[in-house]
T-cell receptor, first 113, second 114 residues
Framework: QQQVKQSPQSLIVQKGGISIINCAYENTAFDYFPWYQQFPGKGPALLIAIRPDVSEKKEGRFTISFNKSAKQFSLHIMDSQPGDSATYFCAARLSGTASKLTFGTGTRLQVTL | ETGVTQSPTHLIKTRGQQVTLRCSSQSGHNTVSWYQQALGQGPQFIFQYYREEENGRGNFPPRFSGLQFPNYSSELNVNALELDDSALYLC?????????????FGQGTRLTVV
């Protein structure tokens, strides 16, 4: 049973545009929601993370919006750049665990010139 | 760089063989988790080690086993390899099993079973 659903599977955005990736979860025991960026042949790199007591978190061009009642969260990449082209994974972690993450299926982002 | 290193980076094994993958965690981190990432998929949690003890396991058969050493480095062992075991194996380290911690991944080991 997939506990974190991610969409879209792939996304093409023009340089300077906004990239939006959405995730939904089922388990209300999740208490930490990170986003990871992965380039081909590399491990996932932590991008930004949020806890459910916060509705929005911004770090540079990256923003997480969190809707606890809907059990949904999203990543917004403002002013998208070709260097942002990568696969993005949302994840969720159960309360009381350190690195036991449940990942979404990933979104392959391509930023065109 | 995350400070988490994995070896080897690539490996080719024959079906039925056994394999050992290694991970050195980031300095000061005492918790290590292993993930399997099939091509085009998100990482799947295999198990986690905290202070040399297994501390949680995902939906993987017993032929997937692990160890954590006193210096918090870790090994993942897979026996009786199957073709479907071909994947990128990722190690993640974190400071503790507490609430306020982040998980950092290594670059992974690409395992191909033929």
């Amino acid at each position: 049973q997939q506990q974190v659903k991610q969409s879209p599977q792939s996304l093409i955005v023009q340089k300077g545009g906004i990239s939006i990736i959405n995730c939904a979860y089922e388990n209300t025991a999740f208490d930490y929601f990170p986003w990871y960026q992965q380039f081909p042949g590399k491990g996932p790199a932590l991008l930004i993370a949020i806890r459910p007591d916060v509705s929005e978190k911004k770090e540079g061009r990256f923003t997480i919006s969190f809707n606890k009642s809907a059990k949904q969260f999203s990543l917004h990449i403002m002013d998208s750049q070709p260097g942002d082209s990568a696969t993005y994974f949302c994840a969720a972690r159960l309360s009381g665990t350190a690195s036991k993450l449940t990942f979404g299926t990933g979104t392959r982002l391509q930023v065109t010139l | 760089e995350t400070g988490v290193t994995q070896s080897p980076t690539h490996l080719i094994k024959t079906r039925g063989q056994q394999v050992t993958l290694r991970c050195s965690s980031q300095s000061g981190h005492n918790t290590v988790s292993w993930y399997q990432q099939a091509l085009g998929q998100g990482p799947q949690f295999i198990f986690q080690y905290y202070r040399e003890e297994e501390n949680g396991r995902g939906n993987f058969p017993p032929r997937f086993s692990g160890l954590q050493f006193p210096n918090y480095s870790s090994e993942l062992n897979v026996n009786a390899l199957e073709l479907d075991d071909s994947a990128l194996y990722l190690c993640a380290s974190s400071l503790s099993t507490g609430r306020n911690t982040e998980a950092f991944f290594g670059q992974g080991t690409r395992l191909t079973v033929v």
